[in-house]
């Protein structure tokens, strides 16, 4: 899977319940159609450095699986 530029969204949560269709109705309605992710990504924990931020490299080399990856059809995010 190579997200070299594509937006991809990363999402820590441990809420089980938390569901990428919601996500996805609240980002059509705040952002516009360009800025959507084509694809969501649940993670218990964002990883971070010893220095606290976020360890972007982890993230860019990230190999989902099915059960915490969402991704978006062409039409999904096509606004009406």
Known sequence: DNREGRLTLFIQSANKKLKSSDIIYFIKKALPNYMCPQAIIFLEKIPTLASGKIDRIFLKNYK????NLYKSSN???RLS
């Open 64 to 67: 989902p699986n099915e059960n």
């Open 75 to 77: 039409n999904l995010y």
